[in-house]
């Protein structure tokens, strides 16, 4: 399996994957780790035995590479091994590694509040209210097409999200104000022959594509920068700080479960760990210690 020919064992392998509808990304993936087996084997990975998946762990281990990609690349194996070559003694030797347990790194609302004062342009806010004000990752922020709005509704529909989900969220007043702005000054030069409800927001340099979820990043640091953000933030604080500020302010994490379309309550219960506003507001058993006790009334 090289880059730059196809073998049959590659392509039978993008097949599987393609019969199985896993998105390109997903492919890439998988492709990237079974090409990293290769080059650690120096053969076909049709010809691996348990002791060099052994050994290619042990490698992984061994280097600068961060668990979760690690993790990554052992699914991908997992899929050739599994499905394209029906290797089960091979899957048995595939084990992950538990990651650590983060807290999500989030801003503050003054911060926010900054961020999108310090844009550099009416896009750029956009951008940035859509992933803050609708908890949007990125990938659903510049995949947005025109018919996903409902002004009438009040919901902007998020179409085939992470794990082939729809779902709605809200869509406030300031931000129909923003859009409607934007689309009057919006690049057009790609939209002819293109039905209205099916052109993208923000349209990319390559004719059909929208922008890449590169360019937002580019476009997020930049402004981060001029806001004065020291913290190492990355473009998908801003949906961890949209579900902990609505869950500072008292928000049912039902429903930022639903607005964020995770599958699992787990999931989006670990804002509670980040809720700054409601820990601070819990009493702590320190302070109860100084207050004086109450007398009991005696009849």
Request: hydrophobic share 40%.
């Amino acid at each position: 399996m090289t880059s730059t020919t196809i073998t049959p064992l590659r392509q039978r392998m993008i097949e599987d994957m393609r019969a199985r509808k896993l998105s390109a990304a997903t492919q890439a993936s998988h492709i990237r780790s079974c090409r990293r087996f290769a080059a650690f084997l120096r053969r076909s990975p049709d010809t691996a035995v348990p002791e060099d998946v052994r050994r290619f762990q042990l490698h992984l281990s061994d280097s600068d590479i961060s668990i979760t990609n690690r993790n990554r690349t052992m699914t991908g194996l997992k899929f050739l091994f599994r499905v394209t070559l029906r290797r089960l003694d091979l899957v048995n030797e595939i084990y992950h590694v538990r990651e650590p347990q983060k807290i999500p790194l989030v801003i503050s609302r003054e911060e926010a509040k900054r961020l999108l004062a310090m844009a550099s342009g009416l896009k750029v806010r956009l951008l940035l209210s859509l992933a803050y004000g609708c908890g949007l990752r990125a990938s659903e922020v510049v995949r947005l097409r025109a018919g996903d709005i409902d002004s009438a509704l009040g919901i902007i529909r998020v179409v085939q999200a992470k794990g082939r989900k729809d779902r709605h969220v809200m869509l406030s007043q300031d931000l129909l104000a923003l859009l409607r702005q934007w689309w009057k000054t919006r690049p057009t030069r790609h939209d002819a022959g293109v039905p209205r409800d099916q052109r993208w927001l923000f349209p990319g340099r390559t004719p059909g594509k929208p922008m890449t979820t590169r360019q937002f990043s580019r476009l997020f640091h930049q402004t981060v920068a001029a806001a004065g953000i020291t913290k190492p933030v990355t473009l998908h604080c801003l949906r961890h700080s949209f579900a902990t500020h609505l869950l500072d302010s008292g928000t049912d994490i039902r429903h930022i479960q639903a607005l964020l379309g995770h599958r699992k309550l787990d999931t989006t219960a670990r804002y509670t760990r980040v809720a700054t506003d409601t820990i601070a507001a819990i009493d702590s058993p320190l302070g109860r210690l100084a207050k004086p006790k109450r007398r009991s009334k005696t009849a």
